[in-house]
């Protein structure tokens, strides 16, 4: 490596700021686990790698990836556009419970999650006009559409099913390609929920839209300037229409594949989101609007949340459950706290007058 | 406070044509809701499996009436007072109070129990918000308040008793509580003052880690062996608020209700009639202005959110000092609650007082409807995010008066109303 290529190399992780220390941190503590596992496997830090090189992990990390990456897509997009989605978990909440209901009537998952994310999308749809038609303050209005999810969801459930909880339904069933689903660990990659693949796609088609195409000028002009955009000859309200609605459309796919993964919707407490649509809030600042920085915060928080759950399983450390459950929680303070203040779009959270009225 | 200051401190508060209309909103944003709510509690009952028609609308049965929903909601809450036999639609005329009904039923114990708290958590969340601080933690901090009282008075309690011990106790429950809920809030205080992250996001999480790390100390270090359940041993009967006028076994202290509004209006005060009160509204209208004047931006977050997670927390005291007795895991959702009753209240502590009542109303009500009836309490859940959504958009309510009324007509109202 030439000199000068090194340099450029430094200065790319110096523009990459906190994120490049954060990624450096994890591959250090990850190869320093690899280390001890590979040298003292009877240890616990030697449990952890165990846990952390098996398949299922991969599996677990990648499924519980689902609602975070397509609710952070989803918030990207309104948030370039202006509009500030802090309800992503209301949507998600939302999809989630309607995904399984109508798979119970219909008894078609599909026709299940289409109905998910129909309701997503009409909750964003309500939440765009409140926002843009209305100029409710955008954070309140968000605020609200994730509180009415948070009432409305164990309402009908308990309405429709007696209780906080619905009713089994038939799930995703995971989509397995042969030969390469029997690689070790990066296996999970080949036997999972199509929705799986379907994030990947999202994640490019997002990156693709957002950089390449009309849509994604507008979006982010929308965000940055919108009086030029709207001297352009587009309309501002429109292009932000179509952002939140997008970000419902996302969070709608993310919400009902949550739930139609376990073929249930939870509604006790927090719901069965519990806080996702917060941490693909965190996930896709962390990831500075870019969707495939999001992705890769998402795999971090998803990735935590499965050596979390296997931890609890495995008793490795003999640290209580309640506890360890907190520990995706903390982090996503901590890295909120490390990226701290994020360059918002120029005109987020700002309504817009068009000339024109 | 300085003369200018206070001139300018007049002018906001006679631009005040906006506390009537704020008034008028929050009462728009209440009938829309329960508007929606009827037209909800219509729909669940279409959906309602084996449910028997409680009426019917043009030959479509309604598992569900709503004017008996909204009549036990609202009326059961204080103990059904009205006499069946009061029908003056009908030209029935009785005493409009039902016979053998007790003003001091249990019932209405239960609403003024639950208003208590609501005004600790509804002003908690409305001195953040008027700082212009969005503290969605006030659960979180409710929960730690409520278990820091808890843990520290069980071991003390049977060595101080009678009534000094009950007053030295209280007044150490209700400070712990505040202090335990205070220092909780300045972790989210300290990371948005210092290093810019979103107060919105690290409260919710830290909501969750309060919840977990409760139910940690509870299940595993002070548990009540003789329970199931996740709670502590109760608390001695001398370390909780005595009932007045109220029956002893009604969960339900007027003391405590009396110490809830003192806090109110000493908050109010707070707000408006000191230093710290006025670098909080101002940082809350305009930061930038704020810090050009002289505010520190910091200082004024931290402390914000500091007296907020307290007052949360001396909420949680009161709800194991007045309510519970002991501490249990699954505290109710007294901390969003706040956040309604906050923004009905337009942030006013004064205002909180009343929209704290309503809320209490509806809380207990609740209780009432799904005794009664087959709709179940989530009901208000719902309620509670249409009342923000309504009250977040004034410019619908705006809309909708200028249709009704014409422009021409409110020429000269103008230069009041636009400046909101």
Redesign the interface.
Same mark, same amino acid.
């Given at each position: 490596m030439s000199e000068s290529s090194l340099r450029s190399a430094v200065s790319t992780f110096h523009e990459l700021g906190i994120r490049a220390y954060v990624a450096l941190a994890t591959v250090l503590f990850l190869a320093f686990i690899g280390l001890v596992g590979v040298f003292n496997p009877e240890s616990s830090l030697g449990a952890l790698f165990d846990i952390l090189t098996d398949k299922s992990t991969l599996a677990s990390a990648l499924r519980l990836s689902v609602p975070i990456a397509f609710a952070a897509l989803g918030g990207i997009f309104a948030e370039k556009s202006g509009v500030i989605n802090i309800g992503l978990e209301g949507l998600l909440i939302i999809a989630a419970f309607f995904g399984v209901y109508a798979t119970d009537v219909t008894g078609n998952v599909w026709i299940g999650m289409g109905t998910g994310v129909l309701a997503s999308t009409l909750l964003s749809g309500l939440f765009g006009v409140v926002c843009i038609e209305y100029k409710a303050d955008q954070i309140i209005a968000g605020l609200a559409v994730w509180l009415i999810a948070l009432g409305l969801a164990p309402f009908l459930s308990q309405v429709i099913y007696n209780g906080p909880n619905t009713e089994s339904v038939s799930s995703l069933q995971s989509f397995t390609i042969p030969v390469l689903a029997d690689i070790p660990f990066f296996g999970a990659l080949f036997s999972a929920s199509p929705i799986v693949y379907l994030m990947f796609i999202a994640v490019a088609a997002s990156w693709y839209t957002l950089n390449r195409t009309a849509f994604g000028r507008w979006v982010i002009a929308s965000g940055e300037n919108p009086k030029a955009l709207d001297t352009a000859g587009v309309s501002v309200s429109r292009v932000r229409y179509a952002a939140v609605l997008l970000s419902g459309v996302l969070s709608g796919i993310g919400g009902a594949a949550l739930s139609l993964s376990l073929g249930q919707f939870i509604g006790n407490g927090a719901t069965m989101v519990n806080g996702k649509g917060f941490i693909a809030i965190v996930a896709y600042l962390f990831g500075n609007y870019n969707p495939i920085g999001a992705m890769l915060a998402t795999l971090l928080f998803a990735g935590l949340e499965a050596v979390q759950i296997a931890l609890q399983v495995g008793d490795v450390f003999a640290i209580p459950q309640s506890l360890v459950r907190t520990i995706p929680y903390i982090t996503v303070v901590v890295v909120l706290a490390l990226v701290g203040h994020t360059r918002l779009p120029a005109a987020a959270g700002d309504h817009y007058e068009s000339g024109e009225e | 406070m300085k003369a200018p200051d206070r001139l300018v401190d007049l002018f906001v508060r006679l631009r005040g044509a906006s506390g009537t209309e704020r008034l008028l909103i929050s009462l728009a944003a209440l009938f829309l809701s329960m508007l929606v709510g009827t037209v909800?509690i219509l729909f669940?009952g279409l959906?309602?499996?084996n449910g028997q028609p409680a009426m019917s609308v043009f030959g479509i049965g309604f598992a569900y009436n709503p004017l008996t929903i909204f009549d036990k909601l609202f009326l059961g809450a204080f103990g059904d007072p009205l006499n069946p036999a009061f029908r003056p639609l009908q030209g029935e005329f009785a005493w409009i109070i039902r016979p053998g009904f007790d003003p001091l039923n249990g019932q209405f114990a239960n609403t003024m129990a639950e208003t208590t708290v609501l005004l600790f958590a509804g002003v908690a969340v409305a001195i953040a918000f008027r700082a212009g601080i #969005?503290n969605?933690g006030a659960q979180g901090q409710l929960v730690v308040g409520a278990l820091a009282t808890a843990l520290v008075l069980l071991p003390i309690a049977p060595h101080i008793t009678g009534p000094v011990g009950t007053i030295v106790l209280l007044t150490l429950g209700l400070l712990v509580g505040g202090l335990a809920g205070g220092a909780f809030a300045a972790?989210?205080g300290a %990371?948005l003052a210092y290093?810019?992250?979103?107060e919105?996001? !690290?409260t919710?999480?830290?909501n #969750?880690?309060a919840t977990?790390?409760a %139910?940690?100390l509870v299940? !595993?270090h002070f548990k009540d062996p003789n329970s199931f359940a996740n709670q502590t041993v109760a608390l001695p009967d001398h370390a909780t608020f005595p009932s007045f006028i109220f029956a002893a076994r009604q969960d339900f202290s007027v003391l405590a209700l009396l110490f809830a509004i003192v806090s109110l209006v000493a908050i109010w005060y707070l707000l408006n009639h000191t230093s710290l009160g006025y670098d909080i509204r101002t940082s809350g209208i305009q930061p930038d202005a704020a810090e050009y004047g002289g505010v520190n931006a910091e200082r004024t977050i931290l402390s914000g959110m500091v007296l907020s997670g307290a007052l949360a927390g001396i909420g949680g005291a009161v709800y194991v000092l007045m309510i519970l007795g002991n501490f249990q895991v699954?505290v109710p959702s007294y901390g #969003?609650d706040g956040? !309604?009753v906050s923004?009905l209240a337009g942030n006013n502590p004064i205002g909180v007082g009343f929209a704290g009542l309503l809320f209490g109303v509806l809380k207990s009500g609740s209780i009432v409807v799904d005794v009664g009836t087959?709709?179940?309490p989530?009901?208000?859940?719902?309620?509670?995010? %249409?009342i923000?959504?309504f009250?977040?958009?004034p410019? #619908?309510f705006r809309?909708f008066g200028a249709r009704i009324i014409p422009d021409s007509q409110l020429n000269g109202y103008d230069e009041v109303t636009d400046d909101e």
């Open positions: - | 909800l669940a959906l309602a499996e #969005f969605i972790i989210p %990371l290093l810019e992250a979103n919105v996001i !690290t919710i999480m830290l #969750f880690v977990s790390t %139910l940690y299940s !595993t699954g #969003f956040i !309604t923004i087959d709709v179940p989530e009901l208000v859940g719902v309620l509670r995010g %249409l923000i959504l009250v977040a958009m410019e #619908f809309m």
